[in-house]
């Protein structure tokens, strides 16, 4: 949610600490979409595997987004299944999640 953004914003005011932004560029999950994607295809490839089912996290969604993009080119088959904490839930809580202006289209918080 938005509480952590806001906190690591504060500390990163007060500190004068990096703040990577994640959850507002794109390049975040455009990265996932060319180095993890294609390592994952390619450890299977590499095996003569297939990849039936990619099982991931929620996270800035960049990682979810990016080698789900890969996935769905290289592996079509390839079932991708989000998973998320039963007691911190983003994408099913069925709640809307507040946004700011400016965040891509990938857009947590």
């Known amino acids: 949610g938005t509480g952590m953004v806001k906190k690591a914003e504060e500390l990163a ?10 959850f507002e560029t794109e390049a975040n999950a455009e990265f996932h979409k060319r180095t993890t994607g294609p390592e994952i295809v390619a450890a299977f490839q590499d095996r003569n595997l297939k990849l ?8 800035t969604g960049g990682t979810f987004t ?13 079932k991708i ?3 998320e904490p ?5 994408v ?3 709640k809307e999640q ?9 857009g947590a918080p």
């Open 52 to 59: 039936d089912y990619w099982v991931t996290g929620y996270g």
């Open 13 to 22: 005011e007060k500190h004068g600490w990096y703040l990577a932004r994640q």
């Open 66 to 78: 990016g080698v789900g993009e890969h996935l769905r080119i290289a592996s079509p088959s390839t």
């Open 92 to 94: 099913t809580s069925g």
């Open 98 to 106: 507040e946004r700011k202006e400016g965040l891509g289209k990938f």
């Open 81 to 83: 299944i989000l998973s």
């Open 86 to 90: 039963k007691g911190a839930p983003l």
